[in-house]
């Protein structure tokens, strides 16, 4: 009789890839997301069987397709509220939500927000590219006013969504902001999201080259990445620029940009602190500016994070101790002889 190896197997990103053809635009920022994920899963040290992917209605929605776990291809913008009972019902899976700007914050923005604030233990990966691709290039909720697109040909006048402060604001115990074009940076985003014990919200900037191609190429060129964009570091110096010449200063509650030089040193610059809630909301609205009077470079890294307790633990506190004050025996209740009676 052959005997069954059952110890823990090694995984690599092939196992987890399907064999389903990706059909997304060539040169699509999905497909840097969808690498990413496929190395950082093996390293979690997770069985590819409690891994599940839930996803809405958008490009970004045919990600479970692409990967060899379990996964649901849901409605549109309710993946947050199926993520939910799932974790509730099976608080071991490790549950991971793929959405876009129109699907987590148009439809499905009222669900977001209530996940958010329960804290269930799952993750959000926000693939944010300011446009409805899937439906051919509609101004979406994060799209820059006066954005002309084929449902605003004199321009949106809508006010976009500010992805992480939208987060803060719904209580969010992980808040952090990465790119497509940065793998390491996104490697290092998605290990630090599941790490996270309660809901992480990971907002990525990713390029839809076919109806917003570029949208954030002044933060991903390397020509112009250093002087656009400050990387967050925990108990570190907020500096940018090339050179490392420039750094972000508190003047009370107002960041300044202000240049390194004789008279100021990174002592005098804003220390990162993801544990400061406060701070947390200023550095998600630095760029709360006209695109035209650009001041600020873009942060990307953890705005914030804390610890709370998950809603799925909580309530199975509630359930056990309901049932020890009621003992309860479903059996007796079937076959009792009490009965209802229907008055129409």
Known sequence: MNEIDLSPQTLT???????????????????????????????????RENFVIISGIGCSSRFPYYMNTYGIHSIHGRATAIASGLKASRPELSVW?????????????????????????VNILLFNNEIYGLTKGQYSPTSEQKKITKSSPMGSIDHPFNPPALALGADATFVARTMDRDPKHLQEMLLRSAHHKGSSFLEIYQNCNIFNDGAFEIFTDKKSKAEETIFLSQGQPLVFGAAKNKGIKLNGL?????????????????IHDEKDFYKAQIL??????????????????????????????????????AKSKKEIDLDKLLRGREIWTIIE
């Not at 497909?31 to 390293?43: D, E, G, M, N, R």
């Not at 876009?100 to 604030?117: E, Q």
């Not at 942060?299 to 359930?319: H, K, L, N, S, W």
């Open 254 to 270: 107002h960041p300044e940009v202000v240049e390194l030089n004789g008279g100021i040193s990174e002592n005098d610059l804003w």
């Open 97 to 121: 939500i793929v959405t876009g700007d129109g699907d987590c914050l148009s439809i499905g923005g009222n669900h977001t927000i209530h996940l958010l604030r329960r804290n269930f233990d």
């Open 284 to 321: 998600t609205r630095l760029f709360d500016h006209p695109k035209t009077d650009h001041i600020f470079p873009r942060p990307f890294g953890v705005f914030y994070e804390t610890e709370r307790a998950c809603y799925e633990e909580t309530m199975t506190i509630q359930i056990e101790e």
């Open 13 to 47: 990103a092939k196992d987890f890839a399907t064999d389903q053809e990706v059909r997304w635009c060539p040169g699509c920022g999905d497909y840097s997301i969808l690498s990413q994920v496929q190395k950082v899963f093996p390293t979690l040290g997770i069985p």
